[in-house]
């Protein structure tokens, strides 16, 4: 697909040379906006104005709610108050909130100055609403019935409000504002009678989320049930707008995207990385790698208070990086294991010492076939293939048992941490690879040196 995007941004380009824009303009109403938007991203900023003018009005309202905001805030700064005007108003009212929310406050004003009242107080109406919010990623555009009408009327009413909303296919029944039940255009239309009344057909037991809900418990509802969109009430029931599919998996991107950096080590930033400067990468990246690195400084005491042990017996350094990185490797897999089912709803804290109990049975498994291997790799390669007679088996099996404690303690950790961290209503992704490999490498270096001087200097 990409290098599609790319033959047909290049043909583009070539017929803007040419000034066929004519041709130019068939070629954009055969595309999706989507792909629209990815076409814009290639061209000189120049030459955006003049291709954007030759979308239909209802085009380039959805080609514009999928354009990068830096592209979105170039376009407002080019667009004439009445070409504006069509823009915005033509926007669904939870991508007209997403665009406010992005611009600076100079084009915010106006923005709203171009909105119709009624529009501008939607948009008001969302804004209000926390940041990651069912309410902050809502739309106020949906069908609304009333359970008395008859089928026919419930069509009609479709047919006469339904080019304005984001999604008929699902049909909300109100009375009074108040959400008493849903009811499909599929129901609607295998009706027998048109005289039916719509409460007659509709579902009553409605699947809905608070105004308050955090963005992402919607958006695993809305993958759980299957829905293509789910209502949102207020603290009194009454329903005051939906949350759809296609905005419930930009959540999911989101997420996805924060919790990956957040496991990596990196603060996280909605700018792409192409567009990112090297200063931006840096200030994303250097809190955490300065907190990893002075937290560091424990492993060297630790490794500094044993220098008399270590003098003794140096093969036993050789073996620190293997049994560091096994304990970190061992952490992190049960980390994002548990980040990953907490994500998803899978986990509560009062799962805890099930998933201890499973942790404890595979690091038992995990430990005794690396522990295996471990002294196999030891006692053949280091010893006899390379030489080195200061390996006895007694050493061996130091590093082994280490191993296999170690591995024990990672999974301890990795599974623990993320989930107390849920528990304190922090971000369980931040308990993941680089915070848990530094708590490790310490236990793991404390472990190995006290089992070394039981055994070997004891």
């Not at 294991?337 to 998933?355: H, K, N, Q």
């Not at 369980?428 to 680089?434: E, G, H």
């Amino acid at each position: 697909m990409m290098q599609h995007n790319l033959s047909v941004a290049k043909t583009i380009k070539a017929l803007l040379d040419e000034k066929k824009y004519q041709s130019t303009k068939d070629i954009l109403l055969t595309m999706n906006p989507a792909d629209i938007a990815a076409i814009f991203e290639e061209l000189a900023e120049e030459r955006i104005p003049l291709l954007f003018r030759l979308l239909p009005k209802e085009a380039a309202a959805e080609t514009f709610a999928e354009l990068d905001p830096r592209l979105q805030e170039l376009m407002i700064r080019g667009l004439s108050d009445t070409e504006l005007r069509e823009i915005v108003n033509e926007l669904y009212v939870d991508d007209a909130a997403d665009l406010v929310e992005e611009m600076p406050a100079n084009v915010v004003k106006r923005i709203l100055a171009q909105a119709d009242p009624q529009m501008r107080k939607e948009i008001n109406e969302i804004l209000r609403y926390p940041e990651n919010s069912a309410g902050s990623i809502m739309t106020t555009e949906y069908v609304s019935l009333r359970p008395g009408m008859t089928v026919a009327e419930a069509i009609a009413r479709i047919r006469k409000t339904g080019v304005d909303k984001e999604t008929i296919y699902t049909c909300y029944v109100t009375e009074s504002r108040k959400l008493l039940g849903t009811v499909s255009v599929k129901d609607l239309l295998l009706a027998e009678d048109d005289a039916t009344p719509v409460s007659q057909i509709m579902d009553e037991y409605v699947i809905s989320v608070n105004t308050l809900t955090d963005q992402e418990e919607v958006a695993q509802m809305l993958a759980k049930y299957n829905f293509l969109a789910l209502p949102v009430v207020d603290t009194d029931g009454h329903m005051v707008g939906i949350v759809t599919f296609d905005d419930a998996m930009d959540v999911l991107v989101e997420e996805t995207t924060e919790d990956i950096e957040k496991m990596a080590g990196i603060m996280p930033t909605e700018k792409p990385y192409l567009r990112s400067s090297a200063w931006d990468l840096f200030k994303h990246r250097i809190p955490w790698l300065m907190l990893l690195m002075v937290s560091a400084t424990f492993t060297g005491m630790i490794i500094t208070s044993f220098e008399s042990a270590l003098a003794a017996q140096v093969v036993l350094t050789a073996f620190i990086p293997m049994l560091m990185d096994t304990g970190g490797n061992s952490g992190s897999q049960s980390s994002v294991t548990i980040i990953r089912a907490l994500s998803l709803g899978e986990l509560e804290f009062a799962d805890l010492p099930r998933v201890i109990w499973k942790e404890i049975q595979t690091a038992f498994l995990c430990g005794l076939a690396l522990a295996a291997l471990c002294f196999a790799k030891i006692m053949l390669f280091d010893r006899l293939l390379l030489g080195n007679t200061d390996i006895t088996a007694l050493t061996a099996f130091v590093v082994c048992f280490t191993m296999a404690v170690t591995v024990l303690i990672a999974k301890m950790v990795g599974c623990t941490l993320p989930i107390c961290a849920k528990k304190l209503g922090l971000d369980p992704a931040v308990m993941a690879s680089p915070f848990i490999t530094t708590i490790v490498d310490a236990l793991s270096l404390l472990v190995y040196f006290a089992f070394a001087r039981a055994l070997l200097f004891g």
